[in-house]
């Protein structure tokens, strides 16, 4: 058979297979159906008295009677042979057909050995025979009865289901086929005594035609065992004997018969017939074996041709297999539960490590075994079982150990399927989904932590709303307090006005508090170098400590300065020491430390409120009875506290966490029971060159007065009538509203109204700063003062207004009523600044323009920085905004010429640069001469936010 390119040529394809071997099924029909009818005809000649179905040919001898018979249970007999699956009913009938023809062999046999007449010779019908040479009429020759005991024999073993034994009915089947082509060559040649052994009866030449034939519908019957195996091998052996056995069974005795012919009738001598015959066989013979060689050599050349292309298959596959992401491997299961691992890819050793290699892991199934979690090996042998048990797709995900001691998580693609022995096979896929669990781990710390951060807002909003009404009720309280001690006559009338004071002050301290958790304080930052702080804070720190508590300090050389409001920074340091000193009631120790940190993206990621960036880190570190890990996420919250009842207010915490979140910063917190706790404060790195304020104590001046007209706007009456009467003992005149509608009024008439005193939160539609915007409107030289219980990040960062100066939150004291209206209405009429915007960017430029013109200032536009330079020679400017990225002169040369030539001037720098991963230019602009940065895009409130930041540390220098 010819091979096919592709496939190896020591095997078939299936249809090929399928195709050979259906050749051999049909021989044993047609093998059963000759000696069937050699039996038939030999049945029917004795009945009907028909000599030449019984002797074929005259003078020959006559197949008899009990041999027909046999011959028919051995036809049918071989039809019952069944090579898959036999029914148990003709698995019995073949059985017993092939017994009886073994009986018949067996009885007539013994006769002949014994010299024992069972009778059967003539049990079915009586030979009529005269020949002088059969001795025993109607018996079988005994080379016949032999034939029929070997017939009997591989009938019973072809009903093996067994391979071994079912192969082994070949052997008797040679036999037969010997004994009969030996009978065969016997009537040919006349070779009386290979016909029979003397003095019996002689086979019957019909006889040893129908062995022969049944000998080899025998070997056809199982063509893949045994003797046979070697005929139909697809390999050189098989093609082999398929070409040179027909010659030699055919050919040879064939021209064996044409010289004892030729010899016979005296055509040549003995001597000229064995040339003759050796001749013969040699032109016979050459022809067929070099047919048979240009055979074997074409398949050959085919072999090495499809070994190449199985080679360089291999080689891809292979190829393939060790360059691919993860490890294909082979797992076995074995009937005895034993796992063995056939093959396994390269990348076994990058995933588990070194030492885990392929080889031995294919040597040592527990190898690979080993290298699975401890926790996870017994659920990986049960999955592997149930998959084996139910041939179900197995998935399953679970921990490996690398050689390392490193822990990675892995996930297994695998099919199961039987293999002949009963063991079940696994071709597998196993990838390394390390960094997918642990985004999933991450994607649940980040839900958490948003959950945390969502609740954390939710109690803001809540107590910065409480203080928000509280501070105007304070308000009413605090003014009349005051106002009442300094009127009343009465010592005790004083003392209880003086306690109602102190109560409030207590009160508004309070609120104070909730607003600084809630991010809704008005800070007032400075550049701090934290170290220093430190320092000075020593001596105020341990006096709070006491004697028993050490303090260690480690402080980094060379911190960066940050951008913070000094007095809650103080505070929030003195209330981490005093927690500190309540978690060690029998001494111990402290740790301050400081250190520059970088967070950078995946940092961020992990804590929501923080950006990527340079911070100053601050912790304080006690060796107390630390928090248990249930109550740490709870300790920021206003009035949780882990002290016992009465020790704690339960605000310390979220006052520093408040502050330093509005800081831009942030707060964590670790600990463990009886190991201490560290609580850590990041602020972001502050980049400038305004160094913190000094602040020396000044005596204490008069209270500021004035006669100015002011429209007090309030929506609570307490408060406003509270207000109104500290207003007038400092001198000024009121003029009252209850809501922006009847404020309006007042504007829109003629009377005098020098200031703006209105509240931010009003009902009504309309809040404080909308009035604000009306009132400029309609008297452009008013100065305008808001104040609210509710201060905060939402009140400070709008367009028009809000800012340190022109803001006073609730509850308030007199004098700083008095110094911020003083201030405000001092301010009235001063002319706009001016601000210079260089950018090459037409519309950014003149919607940066607009947005600051209508906040009242002077704006000047230049579109680069030789335009902007150029600008300078006509007139001054408070502030430059300049873009970095520019045509010609570029951005951060102009801001260096522009730093050189105006000292004073602020410098706001801006760019759409600077992305992670990339140079920071925005920085850049800042060590180098910028004041503040922003990146693009901004909004109209940052840009404002940033424009009046600069200017009021213009004002402070």
């Given at each position: 058979m010819?091979?096919?390119a ?11 297979a ?26 029917l000649?004795w009945?009907?008295h ?66 024992i ?32 005991i ?53 086979m019957a030449l ?33 093609v082999?004997a ?19 012919v ?41 072999q ?13 596959f ?94 297994s ?96 301290d ?46 980094q ?37 400081t250190?520059?940190?970088s ?24 060796i ?16 949780f ?6 020790k ?8 520093v ?121 309609l ?30 939150g ?6 700083e ?54 600008q ?16 010609g ?19 706001i ?19 180098l ?29």
């Amino acid at each position: 058979m010819r091979a096919r390119a592709g496939r190896h040529p020591t095997s078939r394809s299936r249809s090929d297979a399928a195709d050979f071997f259906e050749k051999f099924e049909r021989a044993v029909w047609i093998s059963g159906a000759v000696v069937a009818a050699i039996g038939c005809a030999a049945v029917l000649g004795w009945w009907l008295h028909l000599a030449p179905l019984k002797t074929v040919l005259p003078g020959l001898d006559a197949l008899k009677m009990n041999t027909a018979v046999g011959l028919l249970l051995s036809a049918i007999g071989l039809w019952l042979v069944d090579n898959d699956n036999p029914s148990a009913s003709r698995k019995m009938a073949g059985q017993v057909f092939a017994a009886g023809v073994a009986g018949l062999g067996v009885l007539t046999l013994s006769q002949d050995l014994f010299g024992i007449d069972f009778g059967i010779d003539e049990a079915l019908i009586r030979d009529d025979t005269t020949d002088e040479r059969d001795n025993h009429p109607g018996r079988m020759a005994p080379t016949t009865a032999f034939n029929f005991i070997m017939a009997g024999i591989a009938l019973l073993l072809l009903r093996s289901t067994a391979a071994g034994r079912a192969g082994s009915s070949q052997v008797p089947a040679v036999v037969i086929f010997v004994v009969a082509f030996a009978a065969l060559l016997g009537h040919v040649y006349d070779a009386v005594e290979l016909e029979s052994i003397a003095p019996f009866t002689r086979m019957a030449l019909h006889t040893s035609i129908a062995f022969v034939v049944l000998a080899v519908g025998i070997l056809c019957a199982k063509p893949r065992l045994g003797l046979m195996s070697v005929i139909t091998s697809a390999y050189q052996g098989g093609v082999l004997a398929r070409r040179i056995l027909p010659v030699v069974l055919i050919v040879v005795p064939a021209l064996g018969w044409i010289r004892l012919v030729g010899q016979r009738a005296e055509l040549f001598s003995t001597e000229t017939g064995l040339v003759l015959y050796t001749l013969f066989n040699v032109v016979v013979l050459t022809p067929v074996i070099l047919l048979t060689a240009a055979v074997i050599n074409r398949r050959h050349a085919m072999q090495e041709q499809i070994d190449a292309e199985l080679r360089e298959s291999e080689a891809r596959f292979r190829s393939l297999a060790e360059n691919m992401p993860g490890v294909i491997y082979q797992r076995v299961l074995d009937r005895g539960g034993t796992l063995r691992y056939p093959y396994v890819s390269a990348g076994v050793e990058k995933m588990c490590g070194e030492g885990v290699d392929p080889e031995r892991i294919m040597a040592d199934g527990t190898a690979f075994l080993n290298s699975i979690h401890p926790d996870d090996r017994g659920r990986f042998m049960n999955e592997v079982r149930r998959s084996a048990a139910t041939g179900s797709r197995l998935e399953l995900e679970c921990r490996i150990v690398t050689t390392t001691g490193e822990t990675k998580w892995v996930q297994s693609f695998s099919q199961p399927r039987s293999l002949e022995d009963g063991s079940v096979i696994w071709d597998c896929l196993l990838i390394d989904v390390t960094g997918r669990k642990n985004a999933e781990a991450k994607h649940t710390v980040l839900e958490e932590q948003l959950r945390q951060s969502q609740k954390m807002e939710a109690v803001g909003q809540l107590t910065g709303g409480l203080a928000h009404d509280f501070n105007n009720l304070l308000t009413v309280i605090l003014g009349n307090a005051v106002t009442l001690a300094e009127e009343l006559t009465d010592v005790r009338q004083c003392q209880m006005a003086e306690l109602i004071n102190a109560a409030g002050v207590r009160a508004a301290d309070l609120t104070r508090r909730l607003l600084v958790f809630s991010r809704r304080q008005v800070l007032q930052p400075s550049m701090i170098e934290a170290s220093e702080l430190i320092k000075e804070m020593e001596p105020l720190l341990r006096h709070t400590l006491g004697a028993n508590i050490a303090i260690a300090a480690k402080l980094q050389p060379g911190l960066w300065p940050i951008n913070a409001d000094r007095a809650q920074l103080e505070n929030a340091l003195l209330n981490l020491a005093i927690n500190a000193r309540d978690a060690m009631p029998n001494g111990g120790a402290m740790t301050i430390e400081t250190a520059n940190v970088s967070a950078d993206e995946g940092y961020a990621a992990l804590n929501p409120g923080i950006a990527p960036g340079e911070y100053v880190m601050l912790a304080l570190t006690d060796i107390g009875s630390g928090i248990a890990a249930d109550m740490l996420e709870k300790v920021f919250e206003p009035f949780f506290t882990t002290k016992p009842a009465g020790k704690g207010s339960g605000l310390g915490l979220s006052m520093v966490y408040g502050f330093v979140r509005q800081s831009g910063g942030l707060a964590k917190i670790y600990s463990e029971v009886g190991n201490g706790t560290t609580v850590r404060l990041y602020f972001p790195r502050h980049v400038g060159l305004q160094r913190e304020e000094t602040r020396d104590a000044a005596p204490e001046s008069p209270l500021p007065m004035g006669r100015e007209t002011i429209l007090l706007v309030e929506d609570d009456d307490l408060v406003r009538q509270s207000t109104k009467t500290t207003l007038e003992g400092l001198g000024y005149k009121v003029i009252e509203a209850a809501d922006a509608k009847r404020a309006r009024q007042h504007l829109e008439s003629s009377a005098a109204i020098d200031l703006l005193l209105t509240d931010v939160m009003m009902p009504g539609g309309r809040s404080g700063d909308q009035l604000a915007e009306e009132a400029r409107r309609l008297r452009p030289n008013l100065a305008v003062l808001f104040m609210s219980g509710y201060p905060g990040a939402a009140i400070v960062a709008r367009p028009e207004g809000f800012d340190g100066e022109a803001f006073i939150g609730k509850p308030y004291t007199r004098r700083e009523m008095a110094e911020k209206v003083r201030a405000a209405l001092d301010r009235r009429g001063a002319a706009p600044q001016r601000i210079l915007i260089i950018d090459d960017e037409e519309l950014l430029r003149r919607t940066v323009q607009r947005t600051l013109a209508d906040a009242g200032y002077d704006v000047v536009d230049a579109a680069d920085g030789e335009a902007g330079l150029e600008q300078l020679k006509h007139g001054t400017f408070d502030i430059a905004v300049v873009d970095i990225f520019m045509p010609g002169k570029e951005g951060i040369e102009t801001i260096m010429q522009l730093r050189r030539s105006r000292p004073a001037m602020k410098i706001i720098a801006i760019s759409g640069g600077g992305a992670p991963g990339e140079w920071n230019l925005l920085g850049v602009a800042q060590r180098l001469g910028a004041d503040r940065a922003l990146a693009k895009p901004f909004t109209s409130d940052q840009l404002l936010a940033v424009v009046k930041e600069v200017l009021a540390k213009r004002s402070a220098a």
